[in-house]
Each structure stands twice: as C-alpha cells, then as structure tokens.
C-alpha cells in the first residue's frame, strides 16, 4: 500500500539545523548495504581529491544494518584514505553516538593501548560517560569511539567559522523548504547559532521559523545572544535540552530489560545525569518557566522523567519534552496523556525505517513498544487531552533525512517502503497518515 502525501507545511520538531546543513556536503553513507561498500565510498571520495589533506568525514553509517554489524575500524580507514598519506578519516554513525576514526586520528589524539577504556567528558555534547573500544585479544583500540568519548574528535577538528555555519544554516533552509517545512525546533542551540541566525533574519533571507532548545552548557549564551538581538518574530527559546540517556544502535539506550546482545558493562543501556542532576534541572526550569527537551530513547529513561516531573506540585508554565520516547512502557502510557501535567512526547516515528534491524536484534522482546503512537493517541482521546498539543513529530536530521514522508511511511505501515507486510514493527501501533499528518502541521 503507497502513502499519499498531503500537501504541507510542516513543522520538524526536533531537529539540528547548522548541522544539517555542514552534512550535506559530506559522504552519505546512509544507503550503503555493507561495510565493504562503505569504505569503497570513502576510498572513492579519496581517490577523487588526492590534492587535500583535510579531514575526510563520512555520515549516516547504519552498522547494525550491515553484515559484519560494525563501523569501519581504524587500519581499514586508514587504508581507503589512501594509506602512507595519512589523511585523517571520521565516519559518524547514523544516531551520532558514536564514531570510528582512522589511524592517523588515534595518533593525533594520543589514544594508545594504555588509554583507559572508560571516557568521561563535561562538555556540552551527550552525557558525560563513553568507551574507547579496544581489541580484546591485542588491547589495541579499534577506532570506535563511544557517546562522550566522541569528544576526543570534537577537540581535534577545526571550529566551524561563523561564515560556514551561516552558510551551512542556508544551505539547510533550502533543503527544508523544499520540503514544505516551514516550522523548525533546533535541538542543540549555542550562541554561534543564534547569531547566524540573526545575521540572516536582518537580511531578510531567514525563511524558517525557529525554536532553540539549548544544552546546560549553552543556555546562558543562547539567552545573552537572543537579548542583544534584536526582537524577531522567527526566532524564540523554547528552553533546556537535556541527554539522559544513549541510543538504541550503541545499546546505551536506558532499559527496563536488558538487551538481547549486551554491553557487558552497561547491560540495560547508560543512564547520564543522577536522579539530583535532573530534579535539579527541572526545579531550575520551573521557577524560570522555560521548557526542558530531555532526550529519553529507552523505556526506563522515559519513566525516570516520569516519576522525578511528577515529584514536583509546584504551579509552573515549564513543560516537559520527552524527545524520541522509542520505546515506552504500557504502564506510561495514560502518565504521558495525564491532562493535570504539562508534557509532550516528541518522536521520530522515521526511525524506525533505519532502526528496524537494530529493534528485531537488541530488543526484541520489547519491539511490540516501539515508537507507540497508536497507544498515545488513543490514550488522549480517552483522558480528553488534545492530540496535536501532547504529541510532535520530527526528525532529527541529520540522523536520518527530514523527509516527512518518512514520518507517514514509518507512523502507517510500519516498514520500509516495499518491505513485506510480515516485516512490520509493532503493526499494532500502526495510525493513519492523516493522523500522522496532524501532528505535523506548524505551531498556530
């Protein structure tokens, strides 16, 4: 059965939008059916620019997707980029939790055998604990780079210039509005962005109405850059993203039940941030009457946002975004709709069309919970709360393209486009495209 698309606008509820933009211009690994396939891409690119000796960096990388269940390791991107000149390769998973990273990038690191495994990082990116992966047998590490230890790339790579970023944010526009999405709420503000976006808007080339949400590490330069700016009706804070949990595909995803295939340190996921840290956060918000975005992709990390938001008795006009809820528990669901408490499930139902194999291989025995639209709509009908008010969709390009479509494709069929009915995930959460596509119009 074909989807047809009703006609726009849309609004993208969750997404990055500069960076968007910086990763139209790399190599899209995305379609790649094997990790053979990649490496040829990257070589390819290589061999197409053997005059540079800049980073090469490649995005969209789906490793459970593929055969060998692995991104590249470090002498295998060393050897595409063309081996003795040392180019430096990144390849970014799809979900951007984690990395792998050439040789010549260990080395300018200085990760070496003796490096502890265990990488943790307050920077503003993610949570606070990651993994350096090693070899078990030679201790040496492979190159993949896990959650915080993503940083050890971060403080290599030159900083994007004010100019690139402006340019990228335009880049990003164009491709948005050829989608017909004219509402964007960014998910990782700073006050670089706020300030190309300011440049735009007074030349009067902004066309995209944008919401930030910005990390701890962030929010009071987002707030000072949005005072020294003037008042533009396209621009507004929405308040605080929070990480308080991993992904599903580097298993770091907060479980109730562990995962079929385990990290052995970390069985049920990562929980970030202790139970103060977010009381804390939360508390914070609330006498500011700011929002809280809080990432929350497994079923645990959505019932610990539960249970410390219902802690509070306060009056407050903050609201509490839970962004992704991929898997939430039967026993949360009516908790999510409850009428008294101010919250919105924030999901990327198009996840599933690159999460399948992730979900059938490391959760099976909670793939039925995934991406529950069906049970949170049919509960705001019940407890008479307003479906468009509790539930947004986005995407978060660019971890997947910001095709609304594939919202549709994923919210109705529940599968891939041309895929066997038989191949559906969770059919039972299935909802119409009309309803997916109310939730999708722009904010009034």
Same mark, same amino acid.
């Given at each position: 059965m074909s989807i047809t698309p009703p006609p726009g606008p849309w609004r993208d509820a969750h997404l990055h939008l500069a960076e968007h933009g910086l990763e139209l211009a790399c190599i899209n690994l995305a379609d790649c059916a094997t990790l053979d396939e990649a490496l040829q891409r990257i070589a390819q690119r290589a061999d197409e620019t053997p005059s540079e000796t800049g980073w090469l960096k490649a995005t969209g990388a789906r490793a459970e997707a593929w055969p060998q269940r692995r991104l590249p390791n470090a002498d295998e991107l060393h050897t595409a980029a063309g081996g003795g000149r040392g180019r430096p390769v990144l390849v970014v998973s799809f979900d951007h939790h984690m990395m792998s990273v050439s040789r010549r990038v260990l080395e300018m690191a200085g990760v070496t055998p003796s490096t502890p495994s265990e990488y943790r990082s307050s920077s503003a990116f993610g949570g606070s604990v990651g993994a350096i992966e090693k070899d078990p047998e030679t201790g040496e590490p492979t190159g993949v780079l896990i959650e915080a230890a993503c940083d050890i790339v971060r403080a290599l790579r030159p900083e994007v210039t004010p100019d690139e970023r402006t340019e990228a944010i335009r880049a990003a526009q164009d491709d948005l509005i050829r989608l017909k999405i004219v509402e964007v709420h960014d998910m990782f503000a700073t006050?670089?962005?706020?300030?190309a976006l300011q440049r735009l808007d007074s030349s009067g080339d902004l066309a995209l109405n944008v919401v930030l949400y910005a990390p701890p590490a962030h929010l009071g330069g987002v707030i000072e850059a949005l005072r020294a700016c003037a008042p533009s009706p396209r621009v507004r804070l929405g308040g605080l993203k929070l990480f308080t949990d991993g992904t599903l595909n580097s298993r770091t995803a907060s479980m109730l039940a562990p995962y079929a295939d385990p990290n052995?340190?970390?069985p049920a996921g990562t929980p970030f941030y202790t139970d103060d840290e977010l009381r804390g956060f939360m508390r914070d918000m609330r006498q500011r009457?700011?929002?809280? @975005?809080?990432?929350?992709? =497994?079923?645990a990390a959505v019932r610990r946002l539960l249970d410390l938001w219902e802690s509070f008795d306060d009056a407050s006009q903050s609201t509490l975004r839970i962004e992704h809820a991929q898997f939430i528990d039967e026993d949360d669901i009516d908790r999510l709709c409850d009428p008294a408490r101010r919250m919105v499930v924030s999901m990327q139902p198009c996840h599933l069309l690159t999460d399948m194999e992730a979900i059938e291989r490391l959760t099976p025995q909670r793939a039925d919970r995934a991406f529950a639209l069906r049970d949170l709509l049919? @509960?705001?009908?019940?407890? =008479?709360?307003?479906?468009?008010?509790?539930?947004?969709?986005?995407?978060?390009?660019p971890v997947v393209r910001p095709d609304p479509m594939d919202n549709l494709q994923a919210a109705a069929e529940r599968r891939r486009a041309g895929m066997e009915s038989q191949r559906a995930i969770a059919p039972g959460q299935a909802i119409s495209a009309e309803e997916c596509a109310a939730l999708m119009r722009p904010s009034a």
């Open positions: 006050a670089d962005l706020v300030s052995p340190a970390h009457d700011l929002d809280i @975005a809080a990432h929350a992709i =497994g079923d049919d @509960a705001c009908g019940r407890l =008479g709360v307003d479906r468009a008010q509790r539930i947004v969709l986005g995407s978060d390009t």
